[in-house]
């Protein structure tokens, strides 16, 4: 898959795709991820991987069972390969609260 050129395009266009190529890893996560993304060209974002197939959403969302916090350009690095998420985590670039166990399932939804 092509590289993510912003945090938009991840959410508007990878994610989508990667809940639709992965049924199976949707419906095993089965809760809610809250994405807080600081900086210029950050947001916030919902990812339900409770509904059938998947969703994403602008915005926040009260049902998220794990919220992960970093920036846009540590977040794009995550995503393309190119920054590790446990050394972002341990270095405190990436922050996770809630289920720690969700957080290491989503390295295979971004992955």
């Known amino acids: ?3 993510a050129a912003s945090v938009k395009d991840v959410f508007e266009r990878h994610m989508p795709e990667r809940l639709k190529s992965k049924p199976d890893l949707v419906t095993k996560i089965n809760a809610v991820y ?19 197939g998947g969703a994403v959403t602008a915005g926040t969302s009260g049902a998220a069972k794990c919220t992960v916090t970093c920036t846009d350009s540590d ?26 166990g969700l957080a290491l399932k989503l390295a295979q939804l971004l992955g």
């Open 34 to 52: 809250q994405f807080n993304i600081n900086g210029q060209d950050g947001g916030q974002w919902a990812v339900d991987c409770a509904t059938p």
């Open 75 to 100: 977040f794009l690095s995550i995503v393309n390969g190119k920054l590790n998420p446990q050394m972002a985590f341990m270095m405190g670039k990436l922050k996770i609260q809630g289920d720690m």
């Open 1 to 3: 898959m092509a590289e």
